[in-house]
């Protein structure tokens, strides 16, 4: 199935996973390793559906499976069922917990004891505004001269308009920005301003995740200069060379004035520059039910460890979506490819038993 319609597949799922949920009962029933009958109790995951937590779910979960002899069960859900639900201990498990879109709820569930953080799943988020590698640097092969060998930062997009220029509206440039109705997107429009680039850019928003991803790899393929919002980590990132362009330093202070500005409380032409800055680089963990830890200290322990870079996760998501295949068949390449890392995670004779399961399934190491 392709990588876009699992996204859409949640619409429909949010119901089955309520009954789902309920149907596993409140809290993590069972005594602590498993049933009396000593079968372990198997360990659930919430998948919030997006293509990095596919690929750390399918990971953990070979290696909580096939190296620990836990069962996993995976659990379609939204974000605010998935918060619901890792208190309650209906879900153990969540592997990405964006604490920056989610503050005040992590810092009160942690607080309480409610939920247990293992640490950071990749060592940096990234989002801003990027221009393929060529328009910077060329590109030999492909026969392009650099477009603009001094791009670096934000600053510089005010001698570039021209390269950039829009194509309805050539006296501008143009600034391919976030999706319609996503917080990006709003926040863009506000950076536009306090960036002093509102009278030389015009914004367009696509209206779906898929157009601007079909909008930025055509302009790739095709050689063009291109500016455009985008994040990290993705398979759009892993495919192509791409320079993000350099911004002043988050700061809380900074980010108050881009909310206000989000928020109508300062008009968009009254946007001062003290609200130009970077996005927060806020961590995304890995958050259990703390019962998990009486029940499997074994695999907390694993979790513990579990970290993918975000340039690996990239190229890990690239191969899933350049081989159309699904996050199962990404986490068996993950394994073939990148056994230094994941060897990290594991005692040895938990190595083995890894080995072994994926020497079954026709992977070589």
Known sequence: MKIQQQRWRMLTSVLLAVVVLAAAGCGSAGSPGGDPGGQKQAIRFGDMQWESLWINNAIAGFIIEKGYGYPVETVEVTTPIMQLSLVRGDLDVAMEVWTGNMVDWYTEVIEKG???????????????????????????ERGIEPMAPDLKSVEDLKRYAHLFADPEDPSKGRLLSCITGWDCANVNRVKLHAYGLADLYNLQE????????????????RGEPLLTYYWEPTWLMGALEMVLLEEPPYTEECWTLVRKG?????????????AGCAWEDAPVVKGIHP????????????????????????????????????????ALWFF??????????????????????????????
Not at 117 to 139: E, F, I, S
Not at 264 to 270: M, N, R, V
């Open 114 to 140: 409610q939920l247990l953080g293992l640490g950071k799943v990749m060592d940096r988020t990234t989002q801003g505004w990027y221009v393929p590698a060529y328009v910077v640097h060329g590109d030999p």
């Open 206 to 221: 696509p209206g779906t995740s898929g157009a601007l991803d079909a909008a930025i790899a055509g302009a790739y393929q």
């Open 262 to 274: 989000v928020a109508g409380e300062i008009p968009l032409d009254q946007i001062p520059p003290e």
């Open 336 to 365: 073939a490819n990148y056994r230094d890392l994941w060897r990290t995670w594991v005692p040895d004779d938990v190595a083995q038993k890894l080995e072994q399961a994926l020497s079954a399934a026709g992977v070589s190491l």
């Open 291 to 330: 019962s998990l830890k009486e029940r499997a200290p074994e695999v907390v322990a694993f979790l513990e460890r579990f970290m993918i870079p975000t340039e690996d996760l990239n190229n890990i998501s690239a191969y899933m979506e350049e081989n159309d295949v699904g996050a199962d068949q990404a």
